[in-house]
């Protein structure tokens, strides 16, 4: 072949290629995933805090893979960082349960929960304080031996915690080596975590079919990497952190754990040791959210589920202080434990488990001095703790609630007697109140009934009742349900009449021209859509009263009765029969 013709042939080819390539149909290029250097690319803006574009390439990686779990835990880091815990455990949720063995991702799930609850607590902590205003000022010079102990059942003083029953024997596994990990999917420990300049709103990424769908159940860790965290040696800086922390010189035990935990950040003993010494200095929920994540990276660390449950029930999240309590008791079954137990159900007003943990608490350790001093002020605290929470009842008129606090307060033998004479007191006028306020209630709980009961039988409009001619369209009489404001009442002929003010709907609205309803009634009676209602003497209901909303059911037969305005002038107006209502 001559050279002209192999120069001419190796010239198509690179035309064609060129072609091809400037085409973008080259399969190799269609099917090129770029995720994880999205990923990386992410990883590198929120390390240098630019979270907008950070969320910009996960958001360009979620869509070319939405099943990898490097992207949605970095979408958690990202939500995390900025404010929106919601969306951030989520993700976290996500990345876990599409990779079990991610221990970083479970302890997302665990710091983003610990601070949805911290947030929760917070909003119950103003309420406690607001009753606790409401209690000082109605109590006056009453003696403050309650209000501390009621104040230290709902919101207790922080305590430097008991001594922790020694966690029970674990055999220990053959560690299994396992592949190096890739950065993307497990960043340097989030311990350090920049705090942004100004919070941002960041949009979450759209549903996809293909995803798991987030809960708090995650998939169990597999077996490998579970005995892999937990085989950690153990190691002289650990001992010498938790002397440093027995000793109360926590400024060093935090530098030397700090320095362990960027060394190894999925080490549950460092975890727990940070948790024990934050929940020690007071800072409750930096505790309670490295002891979570201890135990999501180990769940046998059990004497991290002893300590947790002591920092939940001094934060008032009982519920966890409990599940956590039960979770310890199950596997150390203790007296001492028991009786914490039992205190957190009375504090929860749930008596039966309280006697039942107390009972459990006897039979281990019978006849004990101490048990039953500790049981008597138990039983003091919880007492007086019913009694002013009782007495907040009653000045906030919740006069049945407050009954039945005064009666377990009557029932317990801890009450102090002076607490005594006025809850007996007071326990009959809360129930002589409350059986008035229920008399009271009842016409209109027995109305709403009666009126859901009875349905209208036409969307009857207000220039529909006030047209005569329309009930040429009906061979009897129409029942309908109207919103309507009571702006008069009146007695004529052994009837009682209420002059009411429609609530006009969007159609009545348009049709008459009006924006909004107005419920001003003025002198001659004009301005509309007024109308009566009719019932023989005595037939309205005690709520039924000037200026007030009412939700009626009514039978018309498009009767009008001549009225006498203010200004003494006679004029017709539409009326309905009454047959039940309810306040609105």
């Known amino acids: 072949m001559s050279n002209s013709l192999l120069r001419r042939l190796r010239m198509s080819l690179t035309v064609a290629f060129a072609l091809t390539v400037l085409s973008g149909g080259g399969p190799a290029h269609a ?76 302890r997302g799930v665990a710091r983003c929960t610990v601070e949805l609850k911290r947030r929760r607590g917070i909003e119950q902590s103003e309420v406690l304080d607001l009753a606790a205003r409401e209690i000082t000022s109605t109590q006056g010079n009453r003696p403050s031996a309650a209000r501390s102990a009621a104040m230290s059942a709902a919101m207790p003083a922080p305590r430097r915690p008991t001594a922790l029953p020694p966690p029970p024997a674990v055999p220990p596994a053959p560690p299994v080596r396992l592949p190096a990990p890739l950065v993307s999917q497990r960043p340097p420990s989030s311990s350090v975590r ?106 046998r660390m059990y004497h991290a ?103 377990q307060a009557l029932a317990s033998r801890g009450l102090d007697p002076t607490y005594r004479r006025d809850a007996e007191r007071k326990v009959q006028a809360a129930r002589l109140r409350a059986r008035v306020q229920s008399e009271q209630a009842r016409p209109a709980v027995e109305g709403f009934q ?52 429609k609530v006009l709907n969007r159609d009545e609205q348009e049709r008459s021209g009006r924006e909004q309803s107005d419920f001003r009634l003025n002198p001659t009676f004009t301005n509309q859509p007024v109308f009566l209602l009719t019932a023989p003497r005595g037939g309205f209901p005690p709520f039924a009263e000037k200026g007030t909303f009412i939700t009626f059911t009514g039978r018309t037969e498009w009767r009008f009765y001549d009225v006498i305005n203010d200004l003494g002038q006679s004029l017709k107006l539409p009326a309905f029969e009454f047959i039940s209502a309810f306040p609105s």
């Open 31 to 106: 099917q090129f995933d770029n995720t994880n250097i999205l990923v990386e690319e992410a990883v590198n803006h929120i390390y240098q805090q630019r979270y907008q574009q950070a969320h910009a390439a996960l958001k360009k990686a979620y869509e070319q893979n939405p099943r990898h779990p490097g992207v949605h835990f970095n979408l958690g880091r990202l939500f995390e960082l900025t404010g929106n815990f919601p969306e951030a455990l989520k993700e976290f949720q996500l990345a876990a349960s599409l990779d079990p063995s991610h221990v970083a991702a479970r």
């Open 450 to 501: 009666q009126t859901r009961a009875t349905y209208g039988t036409v969307n009857l409009l207000y220039h529909q009742l006030a047209d005569i001619s329309f009930k040429t369209k009906f061979t009897g009489p129409v029942i309908a349900e109207w919103k309507a404001f009571v702006a008069r009442r009146f007695t004529r002929h052994g009837q009682d009449f209420l002059v009411m003010i």
């Open 194 to 299: 920049p705090t942004p300049a100004a919070p941002l709103v960041l949009s979450p990424m759209p549903a996809s079919p293909d995803m798991p769908s987030p809960g708090p159940n995650l998939p169990p860790m597999p077996a490998a990497v579970r005995d892999r965290v937990r085989d950690i040696p153990f190691n002289e800086e650990e001992s010498r952190a938790e002397g440093l922390i027995e000793r109360g010189d926590y400024a060093k035990a935090l530098d030397l754990l700090e320095g362990l935990s960027n060394a190894n950040p999925d080490n549950p003993r460092v975890l727990f040791l940070l948790g024990k010494l934050f929940s020690l200095k007071g800072e409750l929920f930096n505790g309670i959210k490295y002891l979570e994540e201890a135990i999501k990276v180990d769940e």
């Open 305 to 407: 589920y002893y300590l947790l449950a002591q920092s939940y029930s001094r934060v008032n999240l009982l519920d966890d202080a409990i599940r956590n309590y039960l979770t310890y008791f199950g596997v150390r079954p203790q007296a001492g434990v028991a009786v914490e137990i039992a205190r957190v159900y009375e504090r929860m007003g749930r008596q039966e488990q309280a006697r039942e943990f107390y009972a459990k608490a006897n039979a281990m350790n019978p006849g004990n001095p101490n048990l039953q001093a500790h049981l008597t002020q138990s039983e003091t605290d919880v007492a007086n703790d019913l009694y002013l929470r009782g007495n907040h009842a009653f000045t906030t008129n919740d006069f049945a609630g407050a009954a039945t606090l005064f009666e």
